[in-house]
Nanobody
Framework: QVQLVESGGGLVQTGGSLRLSCANS????????VGWFRQAPGKEREFVAG????????YYTNSVKGRFTISRDNAKNTLYLQMSNLKPDDTAVYYC???????????????????WGQGTQVTVSS
């Protein structure tokens, strides 16, 4: 059983930074690809960033490249998302998730993930 708990969200001005954390109890992050998604009001949940379980290679959606950094601390079983130069379009509820299979190398669809946290709100004011 995987239980994911996000934290670190909040209100920040345009250009500001936040670091999200995702604590995992259960299946270790090092064993599966893990990622961050976000969902804005009225929009579908979208992929933000992921980190491959085998190579530790990060991958991002284009809109956050150069601004967001995903990382994980296997000893703490915690996933992070460092967000910089935030924009109002980044406003959303952010979720961490764990992939449903090791076969998936760089999954981006929400359907490829089977464990989700409850989400943390990020609001960027203009």
């Amino acid at each position: 059983q995987v239980q994911l708990v996000e934290s670190g969200g909040g209100l920040v001005q345009t250009g500001g930074s936040l670091r999200l954390s995702c604590a995992n109890s259960g299946r270790t992050f090092s064993s599966y690809t893990v990622g961050w998604f976000r969902q804005a009001p009225g929009k579908e949940r979208e992929f933000v960033a992921g980190i491959n379980w085998l190579s530790d290679t990060p991958y991002y959606t284009n809109s956050v490249k150069g601004r967001f950094t995903i990382s994980r601390d296997n000893a703490k079983n915690t996933l992070y998302l460092q967000m910089s130069n935030l924009k109002p379009d980044d406003t959303a509820v952010y979720y961490c998730a764990s992939a449903r299979s090791k076969v998936l190398s760089y999954p981006k669809s929400p359907r490829d993930f089977d464990s989700w946290g409850q989400g943390t709100q990020v609001t960027v004011s203009s």
